[in-house]
């Protein structure tokens, strides 16, 4: 029993790093949880497991293997106010420009739509005048003989 508990503990730690990791690849470098800090307490809260679950001696080993993930970890993300507030005021930033050049593009697409619009109506227009005039030379034509060009011969 008890060391099903232990490779529990263990799983469940092993999972919630990979958890952490997850959240802080999501967000870019900064952690979102526990004020940005990753700790061997967040790990224990995000394995569900009391603050005291890994200073029993069996876990010793282990417990040194997450605080070694934990230190590499906190090497890897960004830290503290300043920082964190460089890297969001850039993130917002970058979202500022790209909404920036949606807009832009919105409005270029408007414009174009307007344009192809008006183009479709003065075409509609100018197609309805030349079926009308079509029509009309028909109706001339209709009641005269055609007479064949001269050099072309009869096909009869």
Request: hydrophobic letters at 40%; one cysteine or more; aromatic letters at 4%.
């Amino acid at each position: 029993m008890s060391a099903k508990r232990k490779a529990t503990t263990q799983e469940r730690c092993s999972d919630a790093m990979r958890d952490i990791q997850a959240d802080v690849e999501a967000n870019k470098g900064i952690y979102p949880l526990n004020d940005g800090r990753i700790t061997l307490q967040e790990v224990l809260r995000r394995a569900d497991l009391s603050s005291a679950a890994l200073e029993k001696p069996h876990h010793r080993a282990f417990k040194g293997e997450v605080a070694d993930w934990v230190a590499g970890a906190n090497k890897r993300i960004a830290r503290g106010a300043r920082t964190i507030r460089k890297v969001v005021t850039e993130r917002v930033d970058d979202a500022n420009a790209q909404i920036k050049a949606i807009r832009q593009a919105w409005t270029e697409a408007e414009l174009e739509y307007v344009e192809g619009r008006d183009e479709v109506a003065t075409l509609t227009t100018e197609n309805a005048k030349l079926v009308r005039e079509v029509q009309h030379l028909k109706a001339e034509l209709a009641g005269r003989n055609v007479i064949p060009i001269s050099g072309a011969k009869d096909p009869r």
